[in-house]
T-cell receptor
Framework: GAVVSQHPSWVICKSGTSVKIECRSL??????MFWYRQFPKQSLMLMAT?????????EQGVEKDKFLINHASLTLSTLTVTSAHPEDSSFYIC???????????????FGAGTRLSVL | GESVGLHLPTLSVQEGDNSIINCAYS??????FIWYKQESGKGPQFIID?????DKRQGQRVTVLLNKTVKHLSLQIAATQPGDSAVYFC????????????FGPGTRLSVLP
């Protein structure tokens, strides 16, 4: 299947600093990428939908200025957590939608996730 | 603030037995469903999908059943192996959700030796 690479896999930062997380589709072009947040023992919560070349669409309750999303190319989307605080500590997961021609359908493939720990 | 944590339902099965993981979905207009497997500290992995015009689909050792009448989805794993231990999520798409997937709460599958 398609590969989505997410980097870094784990980041520890001081409160007040900003952290950038990259999401790359390695062997396909993804016009749409998604960013999720997952707390321990909970399900994935969609934060925003990112379309290449346009502004991201944020879910209700997600602060746009806090979680900056850039989707500058068909293979790269970034999530920047600005002025991170301990309550932002979580597991952040990106996914990219790929058209699987042989199956004639779109499937979402996920990155391995980034664990953010804010001290 | 941080959400109140929910305890994931847990299913424990003996190695070699069959597992059935259930999921109730919410949107009657959803037209596409996927089961994902998530191992600890990793991102979700696609297992199998099913469209709403089907009620059963089989993969390798896995079968997904869809009951639209009661909005219920199940994942059956045959001859469960230790490597199957993970959290399993169902995801629905369509209707008011558009092209976005909405994930269920997840079920933790533990395979006992």
């Amino acid at each position: 299947g398609a590969v989505v690479s997410q980097h870094p896999s784990w980041v520890i930062c001081k409160s007040g600093t900003s952290v950038k997380i990259e999401c790359r589709s390695l062997d396909f072009q993804a016009t749409t990428m998604f960013w999720y947040r997952q707390f321990p023992k909970q399900s994935l919560m969609l934060m925003a939908t990112s379309n290449e070349g346009s502004k991201a669409t944020y879910e209700q309750g997600v602060e746009k200025d806090k979680f900056l999303i850039n989707h500058a190319s068909l293979t790269l989307s970034t999530l920047t957590v600005t002025s991170a605080h301990p309550e932002d500590s979580s597991f952040y997961i990106c996914s990219a939608r790929a058209l699987v021609r042989s199956l004639a359908k779109n499937i979402q493939y996920f990155g391995a996730g980034t664990r953010l720990s804010v001290l | 603030g941080e959400s109140v944590g929910l305890h994931l339902p847990t299913l424990s099965v003996q190695e070699g037995d069959n597992s059935i993981i259930n999921c109730a979905y919410s949107n009657s207009a959803s037209d596409y469903f996927i089961w994902y497997k998530q191992e600890s500290g990793k991102g979700p992995q696609f297992i199998i999908d099913i469209r709403s015009n089907m009620d059963k689909r089989q993969g390798q050792r896995v079968t997904v059943l869809l009951n639209k009448t009661v909005k219920h989805l199940s994942l059956q794993i045959a001859a469960t192996q230790p490597g199957d231990s993970a959290v399993y999520f169902c995801a629905e798409r369509g209707g008011s959700y558009g092209q976005n997937f909405v994930f269920g709460p997840g079920t933790r599958l533990s395979v006992l030796p």
